[in-house]
T-cell receptor
Framework: NAGVMQNPRHLVRRRGQEARLRCSPM?????VYWYRQLPEEGLKFMVY????????ESGMPKERFSAEFPKEGPSILRIQQVVRGDSAAYFC??????????????FGPGTRLTVL | QKEVEQDPGPLSVPEGAIVSLNCTYS??????FMWYRQYSRKGPELLMY????GNKEDGRFTAQVDKSSKYISLFIRDSQPSDSATYLC?????????FGTGTSLTVIP
C-alpha cells in the first residue's frame, strides 16, 4: 500500500509564475490536508479538503493560493504569481474517513518550492 | 502568543542517554497530543499519540501530557544514532493540527 505521494519533489519557479503541487492520498483515504513548513517556523496548517469539498481553509492566504480535491485525481495546491516569500516545503497529509474526532494524518515527502 | 511553543534546540547527546523533549501550549481545548519524527528532507511520521492527560509508553519512547500545566513531554531512553532527527509536537481539538517548530536532536555514537 503506497503512502502519500507528492509531486514534484522539487519545483523551481521565477517570480510571477504559477506553481502547481500535487498530492495523491493513501489508498482509501478521502481527507487531505496541506501544510507549509518554513525554516524556524514549523508546520503551518493551510487547508483541509474532502473529495470535491473544502472543509477548512482558515490557514490559506486570501490571495494567490487555492486548493482543490476533485472526485478523480490528486489534490492540487495552486499558487499564482509566486513571490520569493512562497519558497518553502509544502506537505500534504491524508487520513481515512473515520467517524471519530481524531483522524491520524499520514504525511507525504513534501514538495520543496524555490522561487527565484 | 503562539498556540504551541517548542524549544528548537539543537540538542546533542551521547548514545545511550535519556532525551527529554518538551512543548507548552496555550489552548486548553486541545485534547489530542502527538509527537512526530522528521528526518532531513522527509515528511513527518507519527511516533506517539495521546488523548487527554497521562502517560503512554511504546518501546524506548514515553509520552507525557499534563493538561493542568499545558505541558507535554517525550522521553527517549537508550538513545541511538538512528534517533537523530527533528521531533515535532502537535496538538489538536479534532481535525486541525497545530505543530511546534520542532527540536533538532543529534545522538552521537
Amino acid at each position: 500500500n503506497a503512502g502519500v505521494m507528492q509531486n514534484p519533489r522539487h519545483l523551481v519557479r521565477r517570480r510571477g509564475q504559477e506553481a502547481r503541487l500535487r498530492c495523491s492520498p493513501m489508498k482509501g483515504h478521502s481527507h487531505v490536508y496541506w501544510y507549509r513548513q518554513l525554516p524556524e517556523e514549523g508546520l503551518k496548517f493551510m487547508v483541509y479538503l474532502q473529495k470535491e469539498n473544502i472543509i477548512d481553509e482558515s490557514g490559506m492566504p486570501k490571495e494567490r493560493f487555492s486548493a482543490e480535491f476533485p472526485k478523480e485525481g490528486p489534490s492540487i495546491l495552486r499558487i499564482q504569481q509566486v513571490v520569493r516569500g512562497d519558497s518553502a516545503a509544502y506537505f500534504c497529509a491524508s487520513s481515512p474517513p473515520v467517524a471519530t474526532s481524531y483522524n491520524e494524518q499520514f504525511f507525504g515527502p513534501g514538495t520543496r518550492l524555490t522561487v527565484l | 502568543q503562539k498556540e504551541v511553543e517548542q524549544d528548537p534546540g539543537p540538542l546533542s547527546v551521547p548514545e545511550g542517554a535519556i532525551v527529554s523533549l518538551n512543548c507548552t501550549y496555550s489552548n486548553s481545548a486541545f485534547q489530542y497530543f502527538m509527537w512526530y519524527r522528521q528526518y532531513s528532507r522527509k515528511g513527518p511520521e507519527l511516533l506517539m499519540y495521546t488523548y487527554s492527560s497521562g502517560n503512554k509508553e511504546d518501546g524506548r519512547f514515553t509520552a507525557q501530557v499534563d493538561k493542568s500545566s499545558k505541558y507535554i513531554s517525550l522521553f527517549i531512553r537508550d538513545s541511538q544514532p538512528s534517533d537523530s532527527a527533528t521531533y515535532l509536537c502537535a496538538m489538536s481539538t479534532g481535525n486541525q493540527f497545530y505543530f511546534g517548530t520542532g527540536t533538532s536532536l543529534t545522538v552521537i555514537p
